[in-house]
C-alpha cells in the first residue's frame, strides 16, 4: 500500500442527489436512490463521492440554503439514510465527502428566524450582515443571482425595520457574519457533528466568500466585467479577503484531530491561479476546485498555460492540484465545448457530435493530469446541456431573480437516465422527475452503454482503470515539444505514459509508441496519425 494521503491523486465523483436516482418514485432523488447506485459507481473505479446538500432546507437554491445543518431533509430520507450512505460507501473503498455551505444559512433557519424577532444591537442580529440605510441599499453590491444584494429588513409582524441584510446570493440566503464568534463555534461543531459519523471530509461551499472588506465599499462593476473578459475571475471586496485564511486554519487543525484526517477541498474562485495556491498552504485547505482550467476554451495554447500555471503556483505551496470540467453550476462539458455553443442563447443548437469527441478528448487529457480529478454525474453518459426546459419547470434562483435572462443552471441538473427507453429512464421506477428528461436521452441511458465497447461510459471506466494501474500520482509532467494544434507531455510513472491531444480537426502525426487508450475508436489511423479532436495515452517506445 502506498503510504500516498488518498486525496492527493483521487478521482472523486459528483453526486447532485436531486437528480441523481429516486427511490421513492417522488421525482426528486434521495439518499436511498444513492445507496442503491454504490455499486454502479464502486464499478466505475472512481476513489471518493462528494454528495451535494441534502440537508434540512426549503429548496430555494436547490439545497445550498440550509435550514439544519445537522439535519436530512425529509424529501431526501433521514440521518440514518446518510449514516448508510457513508457505511455503505466505505464498504466498497469509496471515501465520502459531503458539502458545507458556510456563507449563509437560508431564511428559515433557526437564527434568521430569531432576527426576524429581535432588533438592533441583539445576538441575533450581530450572526448576520445587517446595516442601516435611509436612502436604498447600504453599497452598490450585486447579488449573484441578478438584482442587488441587499434586501430591507422586515420584522416577523411586517414593520420595515430601516435596516438591511446581505445576501450574496438569493435574499432567502442571508450571508453571516464570519467577525461573529458564535458563527465560527458554529460551524466548528457542524464540521465535527458529520466527522465524528464518519464523513472523510468536505466540499467548501462559496470557500472565497465567507470575509467582507469591513468598509463595505462600492464595486467598480465595469472593472470586474473587464476582468472577466480576459479571463480571470472578478477581485470584489466579498472574494478572497486576507482574513478567510483564518478560518481554514483553524478548520485544518479540527480536520487534522481526526484519525484518519478529514480533509477539504474548497468551492475558490480565486482570481489567479498565484491566488488559489495561497488556500492549499500546508496549515489551510488540502485541495481547492481550479476553476481557471474549467473556464479554458477549446484551445491549444488556452489548456496549456492553465495546466503550467497551476502547477507552476501549487507546486510552491506543495499541494496537488485538482481538475474539472463539469458540476452542477455549468454548462455540461460536452455542450460547452462543441462547436455551435453560444452561452446563454437557448435556441443554439451545438455540434453534439463533435462536442461529444472534443469532451471525451479533453477528459481523457484531464484523466492523465497530475493531482485530482472531480467529475460530474452523467458526463460519464456523456449527458448534454438541456436548453428546452420548459419555462414553468425551471427552478434555479438565476432564472427567477433575471426574469428569465439568465437561463440559470438548471440544464445540467436533469436526473440522470438509467434504463429503458421513456421518462423516467429508471431515475425511479414510475415517470416522475422534477425537470423533464429530453426524448433523445433514451440511447444514452447507463443500460444501454453498459457493455457496448466503445460507449462513452465503457470509456470512462477503462480510462478509470487504467489511471489506477499506471498509478500516475503526483509524478512531474514534461510537455513534449510539439506545434501546430497537438499538445502532449510525458508522465514519469514506473511505466513512463505520454498523453496527446489533438485540437485541430486534421489529422496529425504521433510519436512513436503502443497506444494504451484513445477517446474515440477512430481517434488513431492506420498509417499512426492522431485524428482530429481527439487524444490518447501511449507508452512511448
Ligand atoms: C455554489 C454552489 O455550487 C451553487 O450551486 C450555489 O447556488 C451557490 N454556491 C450558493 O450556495
Known amino acids: 500500500m502506498s503510504a500516498r494521503p488518498w486525496w492527493r491523486d483521487a478521482v472523486i465523483y459528483q453526486v447532485y442527489p436531486r437528480s441523481f436516482a429516486d427511490a421513492n418514485g417522488d421525482g426528486l432523488g434521495d439518499l436511498p436512490g444513492i445507496i442503491s447506485r454504490l455499486a454502479y459507481l464502486a464499478a466505475l473505479g472512481i476513489d471518493a463521492i462528494w454528495v451535494s446538500p441534502f440537508y434540512t432546507s426549503p429548496q430555494h437554491d436547490a439545497g445550498y440554503d440550509v435550514a439544519d445543518f445537522r439535519d436530512v431533509d425529509p424529501r431526501f430520507g433521514n440521518l440514518a439514510d446518510a449514516d448508510a450512505l457513508i457505511a455503505g460507501a466505505h464498504e466498497r473503498g469509496l471515501k465520502v ?128 466585467r473587464q476582468a472577466e473578459l480576459l479571463g480571470s475571475s472578478p477581485e470584489a471586496p466579498y472574494w478572497d479577503q486576507e482574513g478567510v485564511h483564518d478560518i481554514y486554519r483553524e478548520w485544518r487543525r479540527i480536520a487534522d484531530s481526526y484519525d484518519p484526517p478529514r480533509i477539504f477541498c474548497g468551492e475558490t474562485w480565486a482570481p489567479s491561479p498565484e491566488r488559489l495556491a495561497l488556500y492549499q498552504r500546508p496549515d489551510e485547505l488540502h485541495t481547492s476546485f481550479n476553476f481557471d482550467y474549467l473556464k479554458a476554451s477549446w484551445d491549444r495554447q488556452a489548456v496549456q498555460r492553465s495546466v503550467a500555471n497551476t502547477l507552476l503556483h501549487h507546486a510552491k505551496v506543495g499541494a496537488p492540484p485538482t481538475w474539472v470540467l463539469s458540476n452542477h453550476d455549468v454548462v455540461r462539458h460536452r455542450t460547452r465545448l462543441a462547436p455551435g455553443f453560444y452561452p446563454q442563447d437557448r435556441h443554439c443548437r451545438p455540434d453534439e457530435v463533435r462536442g461529444l469527441a472534443r469532451a471525451r478528448a479533453l477528459t481523457l487529457f484531464t484523466l492523465a493530469l497530475p493531482g485530482s480529478t472531480y467529475l460530474y454525474q452523467g458526463e460519464e453518459l456523456g449527458l448534454v446541456e438541456v436548453f428546452d426546459i420548459p419555462d414553468a419547470a425551471r427552478e434555479d434562483p438565476a432564472w427567477h431573480r433575471s426574469q428569465g435572462e439568465d437561463l440559470g443552471r438548471d440544464g445540467c441538473r436533469v436526473p440522470l437516465p438509467w434504463s429503458g427507453d421513456a421518462p423516467s429512464y429508471g431515475f425511479n421506477s414510475g415517470t416522475a422527475s422534477w425537470l423533464p428528461q429530453p426524448p433523445s436521452w433514451a440511447t444514452l441511458c447507463a443500460q444501454a452503454q453498459d457493455g457496448l465497447g466503445d460507449s462513452t461510459l465503457e470509456f470512462y471506466r477503462a480510462a478509470l482503470r487504467l489511471r489506477r494501474a499506471r498509478s500516475l500520482g503526483e509524478s512531474a509532467l514534461e510537455w513534449w515539444d510539439t506545434d501546430g494544434d497537438l499538445l502532449a507531455f510525458r508522465r514519469a510513472s514506473d511505466t513512463p505514459l505520454m498523453c496527446v491531444i489533438n485540437f485541430g480537426d486534421a489529422p496529425a502525426i504521433l510519436p512513436s509508441g503502443t497506444v494504451e487508450i484513445a477517446s474515440m475508436a477512430d481517434a488513431v489511423t492506420a498509417d499512426h496519425l492522431l485524428a482530429g479532436e481527439s487524444c490518447i495515452w501511449m507508452t512511448p517506445s
Open 97 to 224: 465527502l459531503f458539502d458545507i455551505v458556510p456563507n449563509h444559512t437560508s431564511s428559515e433557519h433557526r437564527w434568521w428566524q430569531e432576527v426576524l424577532r429581535s432588533g438592533p444591537g441583539s445576538e441575533a442580529w450581530d450572526r448576520y450582515i445587517i446595516r442601516a440605510s435611509d436612502d436604498g441599499p447600504p453599497n452598490n453590491w450585486n447579488s449573484i443571482f441578478h438584482g442587488p444584494a441587499w434586501s430591507k429588513l422586515v420584522t416577523a409582524d411586517g414593520v420595515d425595520t430601516g435596516y438591511w441584510y446581505l445576501h450574496l446570493f438569493d435574499s432567502t440566503q442571508p450571508d453571516v457574519n464570519w467577525e461573529n464568534d458564535e458563527v465560527r463555534e458554529e460551524f466548528a461543531d457542524i464540521l465535527r457533528f458529520w466527522f465524528d459519523r464518519g464523513v472523510d471530509g468536505f466540499r467548501i461551499d462559496v470557500a472565497h466568500g465567507m470575509v467582507k472588506d469591513p468598509a463595505l465599499p462600492n464595486v467598480d462593476y465595469a472593472k470586474m
